[in-house]
């Protein structure tokens, strides 16, 4: 997440504002009840350090909800295609980030989001 007027990462500059634990992420679980994780931190060279989520898939149509120390900061929509056999492996194929426009999403991307 970059800031939006300081154009810097919200928790991964040298001048973070947010430590990474005050992120999670809500979702709708198996029994349809809203639950929460913390998404993990991964880095690469050419992505630097990120947030990982898997998203659940449950759903064809989901959406979950990012929160900074408890206050919503986004919405996330996305929808979920599966591969048929034999493989029968579920795969995110758009994403679309509050009322944005949909992002046409493969395995490996990684979305910016200003705030």
Same mark, same amino acid.
């Given at each position: 997440?970059? %800031?939006? $007027? &300081?154009?810097? =990462?919200? *928790? !991964?500059?040298?001048? @973070?504002?947010?430590?990474? &634990?005050?992120?999670?992420?809500? !979702?709708?679980?198996?029994?349809?009840?809203?639950?929460?994780?913390?998404?993990?931190?991964?880095?690469?060279?050419?992505? %630097?350090?990120? !947030?990982?989520?898997?998203?659940?898939?449950?759903?064809?149509? =989901?959406?979950? *909800?990012?929160?900074?120390? %408890?206050?919503?900061?986004?919405?996330?929509?996305? $929808?979920?295609?599966?591969?048929?056999?034999?493989?029968? @492996? @579920? !795969?995110?194929?758009?994403?679309?980030?509050?009322? =944005?426009?949909?992002?046409?999403?493969?395995?490996?991307?990684? @979305?910016?989001?200003?705030?």
């Amino acid at each position: 997440m970059i %800031g939006s $007027t &300081s154009g810097n =990462d919200l *928790f !991964f500059s040298t001048a @973070a504002e947010y430590p990474t &634990s005050a992120l999670k992420v809500y !979702f709708k679980n198996p029994a349809n009840k809203l639950d929460s994780v913390a998404p993990s931190v991964e880095e690469d060279a050419t992505a %630097g350090k990120h !947030f990982v989520y898997s998203i659940p898939a449950l759903r064809a149509n =989901d959406t979950c *909800f990012l929160k900074i120390n %408890g206050v919503l900061s986004n919405t996330v929509s996305y $929808t979920i295609s599966t591969i048929n056999p034999p493989c029968n @492996a @579920a !795969f995110i194929n758009s994403v679309k980030i509050d009322n =944005d426009n949909t992002i046409a999403y493969k395995t490996g991307d990684i @979305a910016t989001i200003k705030k």
